[in-house]
Nanobody, 127 residues
C-alpha cells in the first residue's frame, strides 16, 4: 500500500519561503512520477510541479517557475518543494501525489492522472 504524508506547511508573509516535504512509503517500482498539486478555496485542484523519481522530467506551471523547486530525496523516499518569493495567490492546500511511470520515456506530466495522494498541508501567504 502506497502512502504519502505531507509536512512543512504554514503561514508566511508575502515574499517569504516555505519548504514542503512528502514522505512516500510502499512504492516498490524503480521509476515513478511524483508531483505537487494545490487547491485554493473555491477552486479545483491543479498541478504545480512534477518530477520523475530519477530526478529527470521536471515540469513547473508558469506561475511558479523560477520561484519553486521540486526535488526528490530518494535516499529518504521524500519529495520536496522549495517555495520562494511566495505570493497571496499561492495560498492553498498542497497535495503530494505519485504514480508508477509508464516506461523510461514517461515525462511525468501533470495532466496524466496520478494514482496515490496525500492528505494535504495548508500554505497561507498573507500581505
Amino acid at each position: 500500500q502506497v502512502q504519502l504524508v505531507e509536512s512543512g506547511g504554514g503561514s508566511v508573509q508575502v515574499g517569504g519561503s516555505l519548504r514542503l516535504s512528502c514522505g512516500i512509503s510502499g512504492m516498490t517500482y524503480n521509476r515513478y512520477c511524483m508531483a505537487w498539486f494545490r487547491q485554493a478555496p473555491g477552486k479545483e485542484r491543479s498541478g504545480v510541479a512534477s518530477i520523475a523519481s530519477d530526478g529527470s522530467s521536471t515540469t513547473y506551471i508558469k506561475s511558479v517557475k523560477g520561484r519553486f523547486i521540486i526535488s526528490p530525496d530518494n535516499g529518504k523516499k521524500t519529495l520536496n518543494l522549495e517555495m520562494n518569493d511566495l505570493k497571496p495567490e499561492d495560498t492553498a492546500m498542497y497535495y503530494c501525489a505519485t504514480r508508477v511511470a509508464q516506461d523510461g520515456n514517461d515525462l511525468c506530466q501533470l495532466n496524466n492522472p496520478f494514482t496515490y495522494w496525500g492528505q494535504g498541508t495548508q500554505v497561507t501567504v498573507s500581505s
